[in-house]
Nanobody, 122 residues
Framework: QVQLVESGGGLVQAGGSLRLFCAASGRTFSSYVMGWFRRAPGKEREFVGGIMWDGSSTYYADSVKGRFTISRDNAKNTVTLQMNSLKPEDTAVYYC???????????????WGQGTQVTVSS
């Protein structure tokens, strides 16, 4: 079992940057693909990006490609989402999640954090 806790959210002006952190408990962290999702007010939860078990590959939604970067440190059981050039439309609650296989579908992710709010002002 994996427990996930996000941190690092906050309020930032458009064009600014934020770094989100996801801390995982459990000895099997390195066997999970890690994904980031977000849910904006009134919208469905959407895939933001994901990183493979060993960090060898990352995948991003088109809306964040070139602005967001995901990394992981399996020795520290952490995943990081670096967000640059933030836009008001990036405002959402951001979640990290763990899955045994890579997918952009939230339904296949087994473990979820509680979420952290990111607000981008114009």
């Amino acid at each position: 079992q994996v427990q996930l806790v996000e941190s690092g959210g906050g309020l930032v002006q458009a064009g600014g940057s934020l770094r989100l952190f996801c801390a995982a408990s459990g000895r099997t962290f390195s066997s999970y693909v890690m994904g980031w999702f977000r849910r904006a007010p009134g919208k469905e939860r959407e895939f933001v990006g994901g990183i493979m078990w060993d960090g060898s590959s990352t995948y991003y939604a088109d809306s964040v490609k070139g602005r967001f970067t995901i990394s992981r440190d399996n020795a520290k059981n952490t995943v990081t989402l670096q967000m640059n050039s933030l836009k008001p439309e990036d405002t959402a609650v951001y979640y990290c999640a763990a899955s045994r296989t890579f997918t952009v579908s939230s339904s296949t992710y087994t473990y979820w954090g509680q979420g952290t709010q990111v607000t981008v002002s114009s």
